[in-house]
């Protein structure tokens, strides 16, 4: 857990080391996936950097998931091994 913030390099570093992603944007959860579906840098920006330059939060990050956003559907999600 990280107590300080995560500034946007660090989110793109932290984002590289993911191969899946679920993130909420709104109403919507987007999926990415390496294999089929993967994000692109912009993504990462959009999605993951605060207009402030640090990492948006809540983030999960479980072995090759990062998941931004929260509400139990998307966690329930996560931790089922489920995407």
């Known amino acids: 857990m990280e107590t300080r913030p995560v500034t ?3 989110t793109v570093d932290l984002a590289r080391t ?5 993130i ?7 999926r990415f ?4 579906n993967p994000i692109t840098e912009g ?6 950097v605060h207009d402030d ?3 948006r939060v809540p983030v999960l990050a ?12 998307l966690y329930r999600e996560a931790l ?4």
């Open 80 to 83: 089922g091994g489920g995407l």
């Open 24 to 30: 909420k944007v709104g109403q919507d959860t987007l």
């Open 8 to 10: 946007r390099d660090e």
């Open 53 to 55: 330059g640090f990492l």
């Open 62 to 73: 479980i072995g090759d998931l990062l998941v931004r956003g929260y509400t139990e559907e």
């Open 33 to 36: 996936d390496a294999a089929t």
């Open 43 to 48: 993504q990462i920006h959009a999605y993951l």
């Open 18 to 22: 993911a191969r899946r992603f679920l």
